[in-house]
């Protein structure tokens, strides 16, 4: 059959429900734990930090399916389906025998797939009768695609914004702002425990971790508010499912089998979600489908972390999750793979990796925005940094396959646009990018901090 350069998949096959892909899990990642106490999370102490139909999700390990409400589904319809598309051109220009095809997640405003889940949290702090949702934010991403959830459904959005790209991404604030956010770069000293951080490094970059200290504080601190986060938490990577069960329809469809699928990592949810019906697949043993996760070489936690109790954040006001991690007080130097730049995984990924169920690679940035470059000039899509991480792997595999001759069928994960990282592309234009990988004594440092678990 011939497959036609974009699959588009028809509203009513759109997906109803959610995969929760722990129900297949025969491991099950590791609960969060108190901080304090060092018992599992309960329902009541993550419904004060989360909207409680959030907790839940979290805590459910075992419902296989979960209804997206119609709402939901309604608001997936404005940007939804999203193509997945034959990328015929690259093929030829690399000549490589093998079939790639990449999910684009880069057709909304924010430019990324963070909008599937923003969109679910924004409704159910809605459903809950909040006023509104804190949240930090890294690239900018996150906070766009929450900013417009909580102007569909009108709720206030507080987002902290991590100093470096406050600075360097005016632009994005400002889309923020346009759609009714409030925005702070962190650390800021609208907190304690940004005050807290500042006082003890005045000069600071800001990192995700801190960001994520100051929001839970001013969720928890505001009546009527309720933290959200975009990545790394299990309920992320169920809403994110909508971008592996659409994949899955498209290529059902057309009978194509995927030999290998890529997805880029930073706290693993597209990743999550991209795989997720297809890591159930593997899990039920009805596929070896290959699974690559691909992270910065500057921020390595499945490839040189390690799989141990931590925390969430840099002011440990977090419950503690299992996850492959570079230690909290990891802070990556300020280079440009924004939204891969979390010390830790998702616990779902990190299980899965641990198990032997996906592989994990690292990607220099340089050799990131190569394959950035390349793919835009024979496929015209300028890409995200993050993504291009995923094409980078896509490309050497594809590459191999020219090697070998094997007609192998690679997916990979295109998750969003570059059109806010273009300092990014300047100083890779300009030969000015360098590569930035910490040293063995550099992780030890941050690792030999990691909370004590009994
Ligand atoms: C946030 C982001 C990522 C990384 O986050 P994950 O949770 O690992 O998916 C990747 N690509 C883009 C475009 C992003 O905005």
């Given at each position: 059959m011939e497959i036609p350069y974009k699959i588009y998949l028809e509203e009513s096959e759109m997906p109803k429900a959610w995969y929760n892909l722990r129900a297949d899990m025969k491991n099950k990642p590791a609960p969060l734990l108190?901080?304090?106490?060092?018992?599992?999370?309960?329902?009541?102490?993550?419904?004060?930090?989360?909207?409680?139909?959030?907790?839940?999700?979290?805590?459910?390990?075992?419902?296989?399916?979960?209804?997206?409400?119609?709402?939901?589904?309604?608001?997936?319809?404005?940007?939804?389906?999203?193509?997945?598309?034959?990328?015929?051109?690259?093929?030829?220009?690399?000549?490589?025998?093998?079939?790639?095809?990449?999910?684009?997640?880069?057709?909304?405003?924010?430019?990324?797939?963070?909008?599937n889940s923003a969109i679910a949290q924004a409704y159910y702090a809605k459903q809950q009768g909040l006023k509104g949702v804190?949240?930090?934010?890294?690239?900018?991403?996150?906070?766009?695609?929450?900013?417009?959830?909580?102007?569909?459904?009108?709720?206030?959005?507080?987002?902290?914004?991590?100093?470096?790209?406050?600075?360097?991404?005016?632009?994005?604030?400002?889309?923020?702002r346009t759609y009714g956010a409030s925005v702070t770069p962190s650390p800021s000293n609208t907190t304690q425990v940004g005050r807290k951080i500042l006082a003890e490094f005045p000069d600071t970059n800001g990192s995700l971790g801190c960001a994520i200290s100051e929001a839970v504080e001013a969720a928890v601190s505001n009546e009527g508010y309720r933290y959200v986060?975009?990545?790394?938490?299990?309920?992320?990577?169920?809403h994110q499912s909508v971008i592996g069960l659409e994949t899955k329809t498209a290529m059902d469809k057309y009978g194509i089998k995927p030999d290998i699928i890529i997805g880029c990592a930073g706290g693993?949810?597209?990743?999550?979600?991209?795989?997720?019906?297809?890591?159930?697949?593997?899990?039920?043993?009805?596929?070896?489908?290959?699974?690559?996760?691909?992270?910065?070489?500057?921020?390595?936690?499945?490839?040189?972390?390690?799989?141990?109790?931590?925390?969430?954040?840099?002011?440990?006001?977090?419950?503690?999750?299992?996850?492959?991690?570079?230690?909290?007080?990891?802070?990556?130097?300020p280079n440009h793979a924004g939204g891969l730049r979390?010390?830790?995984?998702?616990?779902?990924?990190?299980?899965?990796?641990?198990?032997?169920?996906?592989?994990?690679?690292?990607?220099?940035?340089?050799?990131?925005?190569?394959?950035a470059e390349y793919f835009a000039r024979v496929e015209g899509i300028l890409p995200a940094p993050e993504s291009s991480h995923a094409i980078r792997v896509a490309i050497d595999e594809a590459i191999k396959c020219r090697e070998t001759g094997e007609e192998k069928t690679i997916v990979f994960g295109l998750t969003g646009t570059g059109y806010f990282d273009l300092y990014a592309?300047?100083?890779?234009?300009?030969?000015?990018?360098?590569?930035?990988?910490?040293?063995?004594?550099d992780i030890a440092k941050s690792l030999s901090k990691l909370p004590q678990i009994k």
């Amino acid at each position: 059959m011939e497959i036609p350069y974009k699959i588009y998949l028809e509203e009513s096959e759109m997906p109803k429900a959610w995969y929760n892909l722990r129900a297949d899990m025969k491991n099950k990642p590791a609960p969060l734990l108190n901080p304090g106490t060092g018992k599992p999370m309960t329902l009541e102490e993550l419904s004060q930090v989360f909207c409680r139909e959030l907790a839940l999700q979290e805590l459910d390990c075992e419902t296989p399916y979960i209804p997206i409400p119609q709402e939901i589904q309604d608001f997936y319809k404005m940007y939804r389906p999203s193509p997945l598309v034959r990328a015929y051109c690259l093929e030829k220009k690399l000549g490589t025998p093998a079939h790639i095809y990449y999910k684009f997640e880069g057709n909304n405003t924010s430019g990324s797939h963070k909008l599937n889940s923003a969109i679910a949290q924004a409704y159910y702090a809605k459903q809950q009768g909040l006023k509104g949702v804190t949240t930090e934010t890294g690239a900018g991403q996150w906070g766009t695609a929450l900013s417009m959830a909580c102007s569909y459904f009108g709720l206030d959005c507080k987002v902290f914004m991590v100093k470096i790209s406050y600075e360097q991404k005016p632009f994005r604030r400002e889309v923020m702002r346009t759609y009714g956010a409030s925005v702070t770069p962190s650390p800021s000293n609208t907190t304690q425990v940004g005050r807290k951080i500042l006082a003890e490094f005045p000069d600071t970059n800001g990192s995700l971790g801190c960001a994520i200290s100051e929001a839970v504080e001013a969720a928890v601190s505001n009546e009527g508010y309720r933290y959200v986060l975009g990545s790394v938490l299990s309920q992320v990577l169920l809403h994110q499912s909508v971008i592996g069960l659409e994949t899955k329809t498209a290529m059902d469809k057309y009978g194509i089998k995927p030999d290998i699928i890529i997805g880029c990592a930073g706290g693993g949810s597209n990743l999550g979600g991209l795989i997720a019906p297809f890591a159930g697949q593997k899990l039920r043993g009805e596929s070896d489908v290959r699974l690559i996760a691909v992270e910065p070489a500057s921020c390595p936690s499945l490839t040189r972390g390690k799989y141990a109790y931590d925390f969430c954040d840099t002011g440990c006001v977090c419950p503690l999750a299992k996850m492959y991690t570079l230690g909290s007080s990891f802070i990556p130097s300020p280079n440009h793979a924004g939204g891969l730049r979390y010390h830790g995984m998702s616990s779902i990924v990190s299980q899965l990796y641990d198990d032997g169920l996906i592989e994990a690679r690292s990607a220099e940035q340089t050799a990131v925005f190569e394959a950035a470059e390349y793919f835009a000039r024979v496929e015209g899509i300028l890409p995200a940094p993050e993504s291009s991480h995923a094409i980078r792997v896509a490309i050497d595999e594809a590459i191999k396959c020219r090697e070998t001759g094997e007609e192998k069928t690679i997916v990979f994960g295109l998750t969003g646009t570059g059109y806010f990282d273009l300092y990014a592309y300047q100083s890779f234009n300009d030969g000015k990018m360098t590569d930035y990988i910490p040293t063995d004594e550099d992780i030890a440092k941050s690792l030999s901090k990691l909370p004590q678990i009994k």
